[in-house]
């Protein structure tokens, strides 16, 4: 799930920002989240020292009741948050010069005297953080996408237990601590999206050497941190002894 932070010091336009992008999560079905709406850079920045992971802001460039106004927050952002992705709320249309004096990398510009046009910004923002938190461009928190009917899941891969060829034709299952995926799809084309934390250690299972507890030699079984067991074959022992 990518998080989503909001700052903006009105409360009116801080709900309607939240409202709007509430929407077209949910008009989207997008695996994403508000879960900050504040009125302070101090309560963004205490939240993210917290929680180090990616985040998308929507942030406020007039801070008037602030000790950081909006750029000085995004520079302050970016000391925590190096691959989050911010968009800047402002009246500001030379904005694009100022972020590059404070070398901060914006994702986008809205203005608020376009108000016709925020909606459909604030909508593309979205979605386009959605593909790159999904992509290999961010690489410390690297997802993989994954389709449950009409809903798109974004699983981190740090979260993923192991990935095993389904019964069925074609289709893998994706376990994590929260639960099991099934999607279209094969191990093979699954291991070229994978970091190199991921091994294949039996022809229908690849698992993440990360979440290993414990092997046990005499049933070939690799036991993983929740109690989940995956096979180990013969041919593939020396393999993963070398990679670990």
Known sequence: MLPIIICDDQDEYRTYLKETINKFICIEELDMKVVLSARTAEHVLNHIA????????????????????????????????????????TV???????AFQYR?????????DEPQRIPWRIKQCLLHAGKLFSSGKNDIHKAICV?????????????????QA??????????????????????????????EQFLLCHKSWIVNTA???????????LILSDGME?????RRIKAFFETK
């Open 211 to 221: 979440h290993i507890w414990q092997f046990d030699k005499k049933r070939r079984i």
């Open 104 to 112: 901060v990398e914006a994702m986008d510009y809205i203005l608020k």
């Open 166 to 195: 389904s019964s069925s034709a074609h289709k893998i299952k994706i376990f994590t601590k929260e639960g099991a995926y099934e999607q279209s799809g094969s191990l093979k084309e699954m291991a070229v999206q994978l970091n």
């Open 50 to 89: 917290e929680n180090p992971t990616p985040f998308l802001y929507f942030l406020d460039v007039d801070l008037k009741a602030n000790a950081y106004g909006g750029m000085e927050l995004a520079t302050q952002i970016r000391k925590h948050d190096p691959r989050g992705f911010i968009v800047f709320i």
């Open 92 to 98: 500001h249309s030379e904005l694009s010069h100022m």
């Open 147 to 163: 389709n449950i009917g009409q809903k798109t899941l974004f699983l981190r891969q740090e979260a993923i237990l192991c990935i």
């Open 230 to 234: 995956c096979p180990v074959s013969f």
